[in-house]
C-alpha cells in the first residue's frame, strides 16, 4: 500500500466524529456508548501537538501524517518540523522548503487563506477529478456553507471542494498544496 493511500485510509477512518465539546471531545454521534475512533483521535491529535480548545485543521493533517509515517523515518521528523497548528505559517515553512505545488496529489495536503489575514483552512486530499476534490478535513462543517463554516466546523468530514478560488479574496481561497511526492523521495 502506497504512502498517499495509507494517509486517506487513516483520515477517513476519523469522518463522522463530531465534536461533543467544540476542539476537544469528538464522538460518532451514529453509535451508542464510548467510541474508539474518537479517543484515537484525540489521543493523535494531541501527540501532534494539539492544545486545549485550539483550531485544529492543520494539527489533523499532521496527526493523520504522522500515524502514516515510520516512527523514525526522516519524512516523520520533515513533518513535525513543518507542520504546526497554523495553516498558513505550516504553508509558509513548506514554501521555504520547496514543498508546495499548484497540482493537488491524492494525499496531499491542501492549504486556503482567509483573504490576506493569518488564518486558514487545511485538509487532506482524497480524491481529484480536475474540477473538485473529494476532501478529509478537521474542524470543518459537514456541507461547505461559508468560509467560517468551513473553517471553525463540529468535526472531521468528507466533503466535496468545488468552485476553487485560488486568487486572494476576502473569503477562503487555495494557496496551493503540500508536495507529497517530493516527501517521499
Known amino acids: ?8 485510509e487513516i483520515a477517513r477512518s476519523y469522518s463522522g466524529l463530531t465534536e461533543i465539546s467544540p476542539n476537544r471531545v469528538w464522538d460518532d454521534l451514529h453509535t451508542p456508548g464510548v467510541d474508539a475512533r ?8 494531541l501527540g501532534a501537538g494539539h492544545v ?14 504522522r500515524e502514516a509515517l515510520p516512527l523514525a523515518s526522516a519524512q516523520r521528523r ?10 498558513v505559517q505550516t504553508w509558509k515553512n513548506c514554501k521555504q522548503q520547496g514543498l508546495v505545488t499548484a497540482d493537488p496529489q491524492v494525499g496531499a495536503v ?11 483552512h487545511a485538509g487532506i486530499v482524497l480524491e481529484d477529478n480536475g474540477r473538485t476534490m473529494l476532501v ?18 463540529d468535526g472531521v468530514y468528507e466533503k ?11 473569503g477562503l481561497w487555495l494557496m496551493g498544496f503540500f508536495d507529497l511526492a517530493s516527501l517521499l523521495c
Not at 500500500?1 to 486517506?8: D, K, L, N
Open 136 to 153: 478529509c478535513d478537521g474542524n470543518t462543517s459537514p456541507m461547505a456553507k461559508s468560509a467560517e463554516a468551513d473553517r471553525s466546523g
Open 38 to 45: 474518537a479517543e484515537r483521535l484525540r489521543k493523535s491529535l
Open 110 to 120: 491542501y492549504f486556503m487563506q482567509k483573504g490576506k489575514s493569518g488564518l486558514g
Open 1 to 8: 500500500m502506497s504512502i498517499a493511500t495509507h494517509i486517506c
Open 78 to 87: 520533515t513533518i513535525n518540523s513543518l507542520f504546526t497548528p497554523s495553516v
Open 160 to 170: 466535496v471542494r468545488s468552485a476553487i478560488v485560488t486568487e486572494p479574496q476576502s
Open 52 to 65: 486545549g480548545s485550539n483550531a485544529y485543521c492543520m494539527t489533523f493533517c499532521k496527526a493523520v501524517y
